[in-house]
């Protein structure tokens, strides 16, 4: 890829290994009811607005209040959030130093800005970002393209000297749209191998 100055990273799905799964087959003793809960409780839809920037303590209220029975499991989803992580995702994590050494790597995730903490201090990673824009903070979630521009115009970047990295093809739809160089990352890809093909590794 010519004139590639710039990689930018999804956290979720691409380096870290984040999914509520993890914490909950350790409270329900079902499946299908573990199942149900994650899809019609504590929804993708509910975890995103946090992602948005809506405080986590408002999110638990409201949700509690809207599902009684479920009180107790709701609390935990950020009560225990921590559990839901299952560290990175090491065969992509590992490309980060080599990249370092041709390219500025930035971060650019759909999270909340009160569990983002929690994810830095687990993983080493981070230190060798050059920067970082999170949804929590700027409350915009992707694929707005504002959000996109915030990264942008905050380090200076341009969109065509950047490949972004994601494994939401609505992320990547918009990254396309504003002149970033793209890959979609679906599983059983091989990050490292397409990175080589492209000599950009």
Same mark, same amino acid.
């Given at each position: 890829?010519?004139?590639?100055?710039?990689?930018?990273?999804?956290?979720?799905?691409?380096?870290?290994?984040?999914?509520?799964?993890?914490?909950?087959?350790?409270?329900?003793?079902?499946? $299908?009811?573990?199942?149900?809960?994650?899809?019609?409780v504590?929804?993708?839809?509910?975890?995103?607005?946090?992602?948005?920037?809506?405080?986590?303590?408002?999110?638990?209220?409201?949700?509690?209040?809207?599902?009684?029975?479920?009180?107790? $499991?709701?609390?935990?989803?950020?009560?225990?959030?921590? $559990?839901?992580?299952?560290?990175?995702?090491?065969?992509?994590?590992?490309?980060?130093?080599?990249?370092?050494?041709?390219?500025?790597?930035?971060?650019?995730?759909n999270?909340?800005?009160?569990?983002?903490?929690?994810?830095?201090?687990?993983?080493? &990673?981070?230190?060798y970002?050059?920067?970082?824009?999170?949804?929590?903070?700027?409350?915009?979630?992707?694929?707005?393209?504002?959000?996109?521009?915030?990264?942008l115009?905050?380090?200076g970047?341009?969109?065509?000297?950047?490949?972004?990295?994601?494994?939401?093809?609505?992320?990547?739809?918009?990254?396309?749209?504003?002149? &970033?160089?793209?890959?979609?990352?679906v599983?059983?890809?091989?990050?490292?191998?397409?990175?080589?093909t492209?000599?950009?590794?």
């Amino acid at each position: 890829m010519e004139l590639l100055k710039n990689i930018v990273f999804d956290f979720g799905g691409v380096l870290i290994d984040w999914n509520p799964v993890y914490l909950y087959r350790k409270i329900f003793d079902k499946e $299908e009811e573990m199942n149900y809960f994650l899809e019609h409780v504590c929804r993708y839809e509910w975890n995103v607005l946090q992602d948005a920037g809506r405080p986590l303590s408002e999110a638990t209220r409201i949700l509690q209040e809207q599902y009684p029975e479920y009180r107790e $499991e709701i609390g935990m989803y950020y009560g225990r959030w921590a $559990e839901m992580l299952g560290g990175t995702i090491k065969e992509n994590e590992k490309l980060i130093e080599p990249l370092k050494e041709k390219y500025k790597v930035y971060g650019l995730t759909n999270w909340s800005k009160e569990t983002i903490p929690i994810a830095m201090a687990r993983y080493d &990673f981070f230190n060798y970002l050059d920067g970082m824009v999170v949804s929590g903070e700027e409350k915009i979630v992707k694929p707005d393209p504002q959000l996109y521009s915030i990264l942008l115009n905050r380090y200076g970047i341009q969109a065509e000297e950047s490949l972004f990295i994601d494994d939401n093809y609505a992320n990547i739809e918009t990254a396309q749209q504003l002149g &970033f160089q793209t890959i979609h990352l679906v599983d059983g890809m091989n990050l490292e191998v397409i990175l080589e093909t492209k000599n950009i590794l």
